[in-house]
């Protein structure tokens, strides 16, 4: 089993849309968790850390779970750019930079 | 831009060949950690440099190791090369103190190994 799993994808969604991804994670131990975004043939990049009250940043909302070691990522009013791959990722401990990243699940917004 | 720049950006080899990948971390960044990214796969965590030790490595073999030099920079060096090493290697830098847990990747360099 693989330590962080990602819905398999693609998402293609119309502008506007509402879309929501799901990942979950096996070790116990993590202790932080991300989303990262990257673009195609680019580098990831940080979109938003997750935290277990649950943050917000504009159209992006990020939950955690840790019950049931769960995350996920929502995205309203979908825009053209948001077309990327979506990195689940989580990482074991505050001094620790291994990062543990998901198959990544990849995202269309179509006009 | 990221800051952190690798070389060379594409490359061709053949198997049992070896390569040596090159990383310059953002300024300011004392740790570099190289990730594996195969296609379609999220990246891997290959092992990670600071202070110019080995702090931490993935499930990858002896045949996958590495520099940090005093200036921070770092070499990816991988021998004996087989077809399954083909991938965009990733080199991430940051801050040992930081708690943010971003990295700041570089765009890559992408190996092929014939």
């Known amino acids: 089993r693989k330590e962080v799993e990602q819905d398999p994808g693609p998402f293609n969604v119309p502008e506007g849309a509402t879309v929501a991804f799901n990942c979950t994670y096996s070790?116990?131990?993590?202790?932080?968790f991300f989303w990262y975004r990257q673009d195609c043939r680019k580098e990831p990049k940080l979109l938003m850390s997750?935290?277990?009250s649950g943050n917000e940043d504009g159209r992006f909302t990020a939950q955690l779970n840790r019950a049931s070691q769960y995350i996920s990522l929502l995205i309203r009013d979908s825009k053209l750019s948001d077309s990327a791959t979506y990195l689940c990722?989580?990482?074991?401990?505050?001094?620790?930079?291994?990062?543990?990243f998901g198959k990544g699940t990849k995202l269309s917004v179509i006009p | 831009e990221t800051g952190v720049t690798q070389s060379p950006t594409h490359l061709i080899k053949t198997r049992g060949q070896q390569v040596t990948l090159r990383c310059s971390s953002q300024?300011?960044?004392?740790?570099v950690s190289w990730y594996q990214q195969a296609l379609g796969q999220g990246p891997q965590f290959i092992f990670q440099?600071?202070?110019?030790?080995?702090?931490g490595r993935g499930n990858f073999p002896p045949r996958f190791s590495g520099l940090q030099f005093p200036n921070y920079s770092s070499e990816l060096n991988v021998n004996a090369l087989e077809l399954d090493d083909s991938a965009l290697y990733l080199c991430?830098?940051?801050?040992?103190?930081?708690?943010?847990?971003?990295?700041?990747f570089g765009e890559g360099s992408r190996l092929t190994v014939l």
């Open positions: 991430a830098s940051s801050t040992r103190t930081s708690n943010t847990g971003e990295l700041f």
């Open positions: 070790n116990s131990a993590s202790q932080s």
């Open positions: 997750v935290y277990s």
């Open positions: 990722v989580s990482r074991s401990g505050a001094g620790s930079y291994q990062l543990t």
């Open positions: 300024s300011g960044h004392n740790t």
């Open positions: 440099y600071y202070r110019e030790e080995e702090n």
